[in-house]
């Protein structure tokens, strides 16, 4: 039996109730309307039966706002309610509901004003469900409060805010308008392949390529390093909302917890991208997160400033199993030892090390990483390992291939003098079944990242990007990070 759409009207109902914004203002008389109401009124504009080709975005159209919020005098929602709004924030309020019925929508959202700010639940379920919001919106009408031209949009704060990262990317219809409401361009959707003035702008202010300027896909497997840069020239009132705020971008969602500050929020956020198995959110340099177990968290999107361009592939068979433990993040990687060549000491708390591969002749590696302070060199062991291989099949057993020019970490561990360890003597027959072994001369911490360095090219030779090797899968160790 060949599959059938869902009835369009339930596929309508279902949209109203999860996809849009939990309540809106209607335009006739600037009252709250839910989502019960915005099903009545568009019921009717529902097509009948089974529509391959429908969306209920089709039906239900509404404006959305984009803008920065005054220092004070914003509408809010108690104020809307009781009719009491007035001053500046209602008079920007008024501004775009008139520009949004030039697009011929009845209703309306402002983040100022139509969520109720003392339901947490409301809070909760309001900025996790954001992006669809603005995604699912008909036009999202930006207010440029500091801009009268198109050249002074670069410096206008509206790019330099957390939350307009994702009102910039999530809609696919957006109209600027300067500080006097007026259009910036002739265009009547300025995401539209015609733009080509404010698209060249856009770019130049934010650093997000052309291509995630027009059509915009939110992934969490994707280019998560890139990404992130994107964020790190923003600032947010609320620190926690840096995180907050990136949730749609990366497809991902979290539970809301103002308070907890800004480090602990964005280390909630990377541990749920890392679920996704993108390696590039290894891409990044400098301190950890200071209070997490893992030292593969990083501390801000600011981490991920000056990454190199490492061409990770970006296809599901590339993904990496990462979970998060007690003892860190679990993480299988394809380990080759390294041996540091030489050290020099750069200063600043930094040096340069150069590392050979035993197993891999061909492979010299250059790196400037943190200083490790090392009072006994013979006891720390280093390895590299590879983030992005693939596992295959050849019948009879599982293989691992490995890109010619691969992508790893740095890693670290310290060894200790096992033997200086209290040791019991046993009577004959003690451990009746168990072969007692003397004890090793050295024990081995767990793998770490070498602090400082991220994630670095790998040449096994010259050959084409495409190519790759096999090789056994024993050389696959799961580590904890």
């Not at 279902?14 to 109401?37: A, E, H, Q, T």
């Not at 309306?108 to 003392?118: A, E």
């Not at 749920?272 to 198995?277: F, Q, S, V």
């Not at 200790?416 to 072969?435: H, R, W």
Request: aromatic content about 10%; some cysteine.
């Amino acid at each position: 039996m060949s599959w059938l759409p869902p009835p369009s009207l339930e596929s309508f109902d279902r949209y109203v109730m999860n996809d849009i914004p939990i309540r809106l203002i209607r335009l006739s008389n600037m009252k709250f309307v839910g989502r019960d109401d915005v099903k009545k009124h568009f019921r009717s504009s529902v097509p009948p039966g089974r529509d391959w080709n429908y969306h209920p975005s089709q039906t239900v159209k509404y404006a959305i706002l984009s803008h920065r919020w005054l220092d004070e005098g914003e509408p809010t929602y108690e104020e809307m309610k009781n009719d009491k709004a007035t001053g500046l924030g209602y008079e920007k309020l008024k501004n775009f509901c008139e520009k949004a019925q030039e697009y011929d929508v009845e209703f309306v959202w402002s983040d100022t004003c139509c969520i109720d700010k003392s339901s947490s639940t409301e809070l909760d379920d309001s900025i996790r469900s954001m992006f669809r919001w603005y995604r699912n919106s008909t036009i999202c009408i930006v207010h440029l409060a500091q801009s009268e031209t198109l050249n002074l949009m670069m410096s206008d704060e509206w790019m330099e805010r957390g939350w307009t990262l994702q009102e910039l990317l999530a809609p696919q219809r957006i109209k600027f308008y300067n500080k006097h409401w007026m259009p910036l361009t002739g265009d009547r959707n300025d995401k539209s392949r015609e733009s080509i003035e404010i698209f060249g702008i856009l770019q130049r202010a934010t650093g997000i390529p052309s291509e995630d300027l027009h059509a915009f896909y939110p992934k969490a497997y994707h280019r998560v390093d890139e990404r992130m840069t994107w964020a790190a020239r923003r600032r947010t009132t609320r620190v926690e909302d840096v995180a907050y705020s990136l949730m749609g971008i990366f497809d991902v969602s979290m539970q809301i917890a103002y308070g907890e500050g800004g480090e602990r929020a964005f280390s909630r956020l990377t541990e749920a991208i890392m679920k996704a198995g993108d390696p590039s959110v290894f891409n990044w340099k400098g301190s950890a997160a200071s209070h997490h177990t893992s030292r593969a968290i990083p501390q801000s999107p600011q981490s991920f400033v000056g990454h190199p361009n490492l061409g990770l592939p970006t296809t599901r068979r590339m993904q990496l199993e990462m979970t998060m433990t007690s003892l860190g993040l679990r993480v299988p990687l394809v380990l080759f030892p390294l041996h540091p060549r030489s050290r020099t000491v750069l200063g600043n708390g930094y040096e340069r090390i150069v590392f050979d591969c035993p197993l891999c002749p061909t492979i010299k590696l250059d790196i400037t990483a943190l200083q490790v302070i090392m009072p006994r060199p013979e006891y720390h062991h280093y390895a590299l390992g590879i983030v992005n291989y693939s596992l295959r099949h050849d019948g009879s057993r599982e293989i691992v291939q490995v890109q010619c020019r691969s992508v790893g970490l740095i890693l670290m561990r310290t060894s200790e003098n096992a033997g200086a360890t209290t040791t019991c003597t046993l009577e004959p027959n003690a451990l009746v079944g168990l072969k007692v072994i003397n004890p090793p001369e050295k024990t081995f911490k767990q793998w770490g990242i070498l602090h400082g360095v991220g994630l670095v090219k790998v040449d096994f030779m010259s050959v084409p990007n495409e190519s790759s090797f096999y090789i056994d899968r024993e050389h696959l160790e799961v580590v904890y990070l």
